[in-house]
């Protein structure tokens, strides 16, 4: 027989001001099983929980119900007061007087006093039928995986395994170091990008903690937090790295040439390569598609037909130490980890869909990322910049921010951050590689908030003496050698003609291919732009709705190296927040299966949000649905959807529910 | 060539080489005329099945209570989509069944010992004729364009135009009628529950009295669980003994989930169904016929 207790919250004025609380008790103590009602000034405060823990136990009750605030607000404070007095902590109830009754009904006694006894009512009927639950324990592996070997992973796998976990960084291409690895140099400061960067990218190769799986990709992710389960393609590299010295006989040697990914199409790489010479590891990969030996493979596959093909091989017979490897294929490596950081980064805008900024179409229309390219001193030109048409010195070069940013009309109506001072940098690193260049910029708005930025734009103005025209170029064509582009400076309320060498258009950012397919295989949210979304944008800015699963840097929206690193160690510091534990408590209020009425028709399973239900084979040969507790968030969809009324959610049982709409209802 | 015969030969073949235990078809019943489901183990028996239009049963019901075994069963088209919506509901293992497909003429109302001349008001609708899944087709397929939705039924427009209250009372007229003996729940192959909702105590919802309010909830509840998934074969209205219109009921759901979603369930087992899933460019309303 439940004996319940109600304990009715004055909350200083906020619920007393308006309820009238002598009543409510009065009325509390006439419902069926309540053997004990009082009413405290602050029922969360210190002698308001003594009087809660005094009153369990003089009163011997077994249930209890608070009338206070929202239960977001103390329930759990309240649970813990429960269980000190030896109450499971699931067989309280609370009823939101204050933000349900008092706060909306303030100037209405009489109906916020019924509504208060209504409210209690149907908790009384609801926690008598409340069972006791217990929590559940789960291991955690303790290991990390980190997806993405940009700044933003490198920082997060180094400080996990730093702090003594051990880490598994995946990385896409063949090498870690990601977009930072391909800028010349970091604003404000001018360091030189890959200086700073290929420290900590050697130190994650050498790390004994860490694991490196470059030329890898995560294709799915089962389990829960603590639990994950990951399959991840290495993909065939052709080379054996535990043979291959790195010596470079054969990426000297490789006769077959094809346009670089990472000097973004400026500059050329051989079918066996490393993408660029800092890379980690610094062993290569042979590109099948390009690689002479796999096209003279392809020919004889498909029928020998028309003139033979080189065989090549020269990799294969000048490697001392026989490292090719033409039998190796690509292989689904599984591995358990407890906690996931995505950092997947980002790519560029693809600014084809300005037709009026001609790039694509004449050779000198560069993104910012190819100039970045052209600018390094390890580019394809050793850091002469020159015009792709007639690999002169260009002398006056136009940029124009925004391709792809702040535009609703392409589907970007968000600002990319860095644009803005990447173009104050190329502009003054222009003037440092050739005092003669001169620097035109055409920006809607130069956004520069941040630790020295402002500075580093005045910078660009006054000592590099760059042009800035608030305005947008209307087109681009051109004449005598020349690019002529013509733009409107609204400030000055005129068009503006300028004959240009070389145009630079500064395209947005926006995030990597395939993040989509990863996010939804971790369950994970993403915006309208496909960006990852946080569990919450201040206050949890790295987590995200899936317990376990964190992110970090451009993979959730634009954001510069700083801010990305500082990510990478927020998140560093969640996971290992969370591999320090051994166990893990389960949310006990998940939702359970009666298996003797489950029809196996798994309705279930495709309204599971959390991916949550698996299915088991009885004994009989029935097929019936299982939860997985680790990852049920109880949101109660697949109880909605049960025709058979098998699904039943703990803490709010159909029982439960019915009484509270019946006592409600009365 | 004759239905009867060419499923009478492919039942032979099917139970003389073992590759199925159970034909599941029609036999002509005890009045001489109407047909009635037959279940024939041995090759001997296999001159017992015939088709014609008074076969209307949905027989793709009674794989339901033969799991375990390899059965091969007679379908119309639109018994076919029941395959399909089992199949989908992971009801029955597809290699288990053998399909017979039949080309569907329609067939006709039924009354003991009366050959029916007049098609059922959903067959003279109805435009498919083929079976939408089948492992041997009897008969010759009939060309079709792209599965378009039927118009609604005329019946189920004219109840649209009633005003509420004469709607309410026809509803009521037809439910103060409903004996409960749930005819329409067991011959139905939607309804798949080791426990019905109608015989749950707790919560109760439908009283065990038998009276308009709790037949209206039992109707009503019923066909919010057959919403999107009611394959309209008719096997509820044949069923049942008192003659509701449970046809104009599912019709009506059906109807409304086809123009909401451009979804007609069974058309493949794959599909998703519309009630339990969102699609990001789902348009409500709006868009081409779409048979998944």
């Known amino acids: 027989m439940a004996r319940i207790g109600v304990f009715i919250c004055h909350c200083g004025s906020n619920i007393a001001g308006t309820v009238d609380i002598p009543r409510v008790v009065a009325e509390a103590q006439k419902l069926p099983m309540v053997v004990h009602a009082e009413d405290n000034e602050y029922t969360c405060s210190e002698v308001g929980q003594r009087s809660l823990r005094e009153a369990i136990q003089e009163h011997r009750l077994n249930r209890v119900v608070i009338g206070a605030c929202s239960p977001r607000m103390h329930e759990n404070t309240f649970r813990n007061t429960v269980a000190s007095a030896g109450l499971n902590p699931y067989l309280l109830e609370m009823a939101n007087l204050r933000e349900h009754a008092s706060w909306v009904h303030g100037d209405q006694r009489e109906a916020a006093t019924v509504k208060a006894i209504d409210l209690i009512r149907a908790a009384v009927a609801k926690v008598a039928r409340a069972q006791p639950l217990f929590a559940r324990q789960i291991g955690v592996t303790k290991r990390a995986l980190v997806i993405g070997g940009g700044i933003a992973g490198i920082q997060c796998a180094l400080d996990i395994a730093n702090a003594g976990f051990e880490v598994v960084l995946v990385e896409r291409t063949p090498s870690i170091g990601g977009r930072m690895a391909q800028l010349d140099k970091t604003f404000p400061t001018l360091d030189c990008s890959a200086c700073i960067l290929t420290p900590k990218m050697v130190e994650v190769g050498q790390h004994p903690r860490i694991r490196l799986l470059t030329y890898a990709e995560v294709k799915e992710v089962r389990g829960f937090v603590g639990n994950f389960e990951a399959d991840i393609l290495q993909k065939a590299r052709h080379v054996d790295h535990d043979k291959c010295l790195g010596c470079g006989i054969c990426w000297q040697k490789c006769p077959a040439r094809a346009p670089s990914e990472f000097d973004m199409g400026v500059g050329q790489r051989t079918a066996i390569y490393i993408p660029f010479a800092q890379a980690v590891p610094g062993k290569p990969v042979i590109d099948r598609e390009h690689c002479r030996y796999q096209q003279y493979l392809e020919w004889q596959r498909a029928g020998a037909e028309g003139k033979k093909p080189p065989e090549c091989r020269i990799c294969e017979k000048l490697c001392p130490v026989g490292a090719i490897d033409w039998e190796q294929r690509d292989e689904m490596i599984t591995e358990e980890f407890g906690a996931i950081v995505v950092a997947t980064g980002y790519k560029t805008f693809d600014h084809s869909v300005y037709g009026e900024y001609g790039g694509g179409r004449y050779p000198d229309v560069i993104t910012s990322l190819q100039l970045e390219r052209l600018m390094s001193a390890s580019g394809p030109t050793l850091g002469e910049v020159t015009r792709p048409s007639d690999g002169q010195p260009p002398k006056t070069v136009v940029f124009i921010s925004c391709v792809g940013s702040r535009d609703d009309s392409v589907g970007r109506p968000y600002c990319s951050k860095v644009c803005c001072m990447y173009l104050a940098k190329q502009s003054i690193m222009l003037k440092e590689h050739d005092p003669e260049v001169q620097s035109y910029i055409f920006y809607i708005d130069i956004r520069a908030g941040g630790k020295n930025y402002e500075e580093f734009v005045r910078r660009a103005q006054e000592e590099a003496g760059t042009v800035y025209i608030r305005g947008r170029v209307s087109k681009t064509y051109p004449e005598k050698g020349k690019l002529i582009v013509w733009g409107e400076d609204s400030l000055m309320g005129r068009p503006v003609q300028i004959a240009a060498d070389l145009v630079v258009l500064a395209t947005g950012i926006e995030p990597s291919e395939g993040a989509i397919e990863l996010a939804q295989t971790l369950h994970i949210s993403y915006d309208v732009h496909s960006f990852l979304v946080e569990a919450h944008p201040k206050l949890r800015p790295v987590e995200t709705m899936t317990d376990g699963v964190f992110l970090a840097g451009t993979a959730m929206g634009p954001m510069d190296i700083p801010d990305s690193v500082a990510q990478g160690s927020a998140a560093a510091a969640k996971v290992c927040g969370l591999l320090s534990k051994d166990t893990l408590a389960l949310e006990p209020m998940v939702a359970n299966v009666n298996a003797v009425k489950c029809v196996g028709c798994l309705l279930c399973q495709q309204v599971c949000p959390f991916k949550a239900i698996d299915t088991e084979t009885l004994r009989d040969g029935r097929i019936v649905v299982r939860i997985n507790e680790g990852l049920c968030k109880g949101c109660g969809l697949c109880v909605s959807a049960c025709r058979p009324g098998a699904m039943n959610l703990r803490g709010f049982s159909n029982e439960q529910l019915l009484a509270q709409v019946k006592a409600l209802t009365r | ?292």
């Open chain 2, 1 to 292: 060539m004759d239905l009867s015969q060419a499923i009478r030969d492919k039942a032979r073949e099917l139970l003389e080489t073992g590759a199925v235990k159970c034909v599941i078809g029609y036999e002509t019943g005890t009045d001489g005329i109407n047909a009635r489901p037959a279940f024939i183990y041995e090759a001997a028996e296999v001159d017992r099945l015939i088709f014609d239009e008074t076969c209307g049963h949905n027989l793709a019901t009674y794989l339901l209570h033969h799991r375990a075994e390899n059965i091969a069963v007679v379908v119309k088209p639109c018994d076919s989509r029941a395959i399909n919506l089992l199949h989908g509901e992971h009801q029955i293992e597809r290699d288990k069944v053998y399909i017979i497909g039949v080309v569907c003429p329609g067939v006709v109302g039924r009354q003991w010992g009366v050959k029916g001349r007049q098609l059922l008001p959903a067959c003279q609708a109805c435009t498919d004729r083929n079976p939408v899944v089948y492992d041997y087709l009897v008969g010759e397929p009939v060309a079709e364009g792209a599965p378009a939705p039927a118009p609604p039924l005329p019946e189920v427009e004219d109840l649209e135009r009633m005003p509420p209250e004469e709607r309410c009372q026809f509803w009521r007229r037809e439910f103060e009628r409903c004996i409960r003996c749930y005819a329409c729940r067991q011959a139905c192959p939607g309804c798949q529950c080791t426990e019905c909702f109608v015989e749950r105590l707790e919560p109760e919802w439908v009283g065990i009295r038998i009276d308009a309010p709790q037949n209206w909830m039992w109707h009503t509840i019923r066909a919010f669980h057959l919403a999107g998934r009611c394959i309209e074969c008719q096997a509820c209205r044949r069923a049942c003994p008192v003659d509701i219109r449970l046809d104009l009921l599912n019709h009506k759901l059906a109807w409304e989930v086809a123009q909401l979603f451009n979804f007609r369930p069974g058309m493949t087992a794959e599909a998703l169904f519309p009630l339990a899933t969102f699609v990001r460019d789902e348009k409500l309303g709006v868009g081409e016929w779409a048979s998944s």
